[in-house]
């Protein structure tokens, strides 16, 4: 990537493009972060562990500028009033995988600044930079629909910043140069394991209503700050001890991997581009309903989650009672 071209172009573009942005990357790694935050003329040093949802164009920001955020409010684009474009499906193409995390995981989520990060430059001046903030729909394998849901009931609480709090921006004489925006937030510990798909918001405009002086991203909602643009990802939930409901607890028991299970397909690391069968696949194999994820041993060398069988040693492993859970349950 030709960071310091693109950097330019897209502070060039940004001047005469109106408003918007969306998001990036779910689990952004940035291995110096305090040093550029200190000294923002370094080159920020970031990786990417896992995408929002279907990312074809990945890495091509004009070409994303166009076809991938999505504006709630614009009533010819979004006459259904959808809360995500409907692209944004839940497909991961190969190269840009759905994130996999544990529950009380921090993650850092990357968001483009795109010329909006400060009141006093940048396009529109004068304007709040507003909060971004996560919605969830409160169980797994299920979406929020509508922008209409992206209510405070379905806010994940404590999981907002302000547009740029944590970005780091080089500033130039009155010529900012956002070279990333980040949001730090942390996976809420209630959540289950499997899929848990989210929607990430930038809360603008064009009615902006400042937040108070006293105003708490961790408990405080704004309803004043209008939704306006939304990305779409996923999380794939592993190793959580959190159970909801009773209809899971009851099918919990008829699960039970056995030796049959090495023969099926399985999904490695639980993403669904990445089938495997036989020994091209870790050893670690967990069968939920009709879909088998494998995973590898974990640093002590044993399967990272109860109830795992290992289709390497062919035995079951550790804690198969029928009250442990498997992280696809
Ligand atoms: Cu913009």
């Known amino acids: 990537m030709k960071s310091f ?12 493009a109106s408003a918007h942005s969306w998001l990036e990357c779910v689990d952004t790694q940035v291995s110096n972060y305090d040093a550029a935050k200190a000294n923002p003329s370094l080159d920020v040093q970031q990786t990417c562990n896992g995408y929002p949802r279907n990312k074809v164009s990945n890495g091509d920001w004009i070409q994303e500028s166009q076809t991938y955020l999505w504006d709630l409010n614009n009533v010819s684009l ?20 759905m994130t996999t995390a544990r529950p009380g995981q921090n993650l850092r989520l990357r968001h483009w600044g795109n010329g909006h990060s400060r009141y006093d430059m940048g396009s529109p001046l004068h304007k709040d930079p507003g909060v971004v903030r996560l919605y969830h729909a409160g169980k797994k394998e299920t979406d929020l629909k509508l922008k209409s849901d992206l209510v405070e009931q379905n ?21 900012m140069n956002e070279k990333a925006n980040y949001f730090d937030w942390t996976v809420p510990s209630n959540l289950e394991d499997g899929r848990q798909s989210f929607i990430w918001v930038w809360a603008w405009g ?8 006293n105003f708490n991203p961790a408990t405080d909602y704004n309803n004043a700050l209008l939704n306006s643009w939304t990305t ?7 190793g959580s001890s959190a159970t909801t409901s009773a209809d899971t607890a009851g099918s919990s028991g008829s699960s039970t991997p056995s030796t049959d299970t090495c023969s099926k397909t399985c999904l490695k690391g639980g993403m669904a581009q990445y089938p495997c ?15 088998t994820n494998c995973f590898e041993y974990g640093k002590d060398g044993t399967c990272p989650f109860g109830g795992a069988y290992d289709c390497k040693k062919n035995i079951q492993t550790r804690g198969a009672t029928r009250f442990e859970r498997t992280p696809f349950e």
């Open 5 to 16: 071209q693109l950097a330019s172009l897209i502070s060039l573009l940004a001047a005469s």
């Open 206 to 213: 064009p009615a902006v209503t400042s937040n108070s002086a």
């Open 155 to 175: 806010w994940v609480r404590g999981a907002q910043a302000n547009f740029s709090a944590d970005a780091i921006i080089q500033i130039t004489g009155n010529q």
């Open 277 to 291: 069968t036989g020994s091209d696949c870790p050893p670690c194999w967990y069968v939920s309903g009709g879909t």
């Open 232 to 238: 779409c990802f996923d999380i794939m939930i592993v």
């Open 78 to 97: 979004n006459p259904d009033g959808l809360a995500c474009r409907p692209s944004q499906t839940n497909t991961y193409p190969a190269g840009v995988p």
